[in-house]
């Protein structure tokens, strides 16, 4: 069976799968892969939801590209032997974009996916668990969450958050008012949304409590290092030093972009 649009839900299955992003969809791949029987993936939304509500200039930041010929997959892809690169012709594809590349890998790799349903509460009965939906009730053997967190916002506990916005409220970057803006949080949401608010011609400063992007690229320097050293003996200690400045200064320009 193939994706529907139709909302119809059978009375029980062996696997349940919330959410039907790259994790979900990933997962009913491999199972499907492994000949498990009766698989259904449950979405409140459109496959891809979340990519869909992503800001309209938000693009991935790890570039997309095809290389399974060469054993290495595709990083976005939901699949090893799938990539968006390929299938989108593009590198860095918006959300919109890759929600259509997880559309057609439904298509071609005949997953169940249920759209429209929304699972209110589940419970565990005897060696099942019945799912609580808008649209009835669904017993699973088994059930697999794979939600993630940007179609659930949450404001992590901060006293005062109430007076800013979390990244999953944004349209546009261009939106936020003001020509300052603070991001709390350094990993990738927290850099694309530096890098969209600096586009937006907006000085933005990132706080994190592990400064992640110079803890990345001080590693990747030493590895890199080590790498150049094995394979270029040449390479001197000023040369190193002179690498290692380097390596600081984009760490420290990661967290304020003008």
């Given at each position: 069976?193939?994706?529907?649009?139709?909302?119809?839900?059978?009375?029980?299955?062996?696997?349940?799968?919330?959410?039907?992003?790259?994790?979900?969809?990933?997962?009913?791949?491999?199972?499907?892969?492994?000949?498990?029987?009766?698989?259904?993936?449950?979405?409140?939304?459109?496959?891809?939801?979340?990519?869909?509500?992503?800001?309209?200039?938000?693009?991935?930041?790890?570039?997309?590209?095809?290389?399974?010929?060469?054993?290495?997959?595709?990083?976005?892809?939901?699949?090893f032997d799938s990539s968006p690169g390929w299938s989108l012709k593009c590198e860095h594809p918006s959300g919109s974009e890759y929600a259509k590349y997880l559309d057609q890998a439904v298509i071609s790799f005949g997953l169940n996916v249920q759209c429209g349903i929304e699972v209110q509460r589940l419970e565990p009965e005897g060696d099942w668990f019945n799912l609580h939906t808008d649209h009835g009730v669904v017993e699973a053997d088994y059930v697999i969450w794979a939600c993630g967190q940007f179609g659930i916002p949450s404001d992590g506990g901060i006293v005062g958050a109430e007076h800013g916005r979390h990244y999953a409220s944004v349209d546009r970057w261009s939106d936020i008012a003001g020509d300052e803006a603070f991001i709390i949080g350094g990993y990738e949401a927290g850099i694309d949304a530096a890098i969209g608010l600096a586009k937006a011609g907006k000085s933005v400063t990132v706080f994190d409590m592990e400064a992640p992007c110079d803890n990345r690229m001080e590693n990747n320097h030493e590895k890199d290092t080590r790498n150049c050293s094995q394979w270029l003996p040449g390479l001197g200690q000023n040369d190193h030093n002179q690498q290692h400045h380097r390596h600081q200064e984009s760490a420290k320009r990661c967290h304020h972009s003008q």
């Open positions: 069976m193939l994706k529907s649009d139709r909302i119809r839900i059978p009375e029980s299955v062996n696997v349940a799968i919330v959410g039907a992003g790259p994790a979900g969809l990933g997962v009913a791949r491999v199972l499907r892969d492994l000949g498990v029987p009766d698989v259904l993936v449950l979405e409140r939304g459109k496959i891809g939801q979340s990519f869909l509500d992503w800001p309209a200039d938000t693009r991935f930041l790890t570039p997309s590209f095809p290389a399974n010929v060469f054993g290495a997959t595709d990083l976005n892809a939901m699949s």
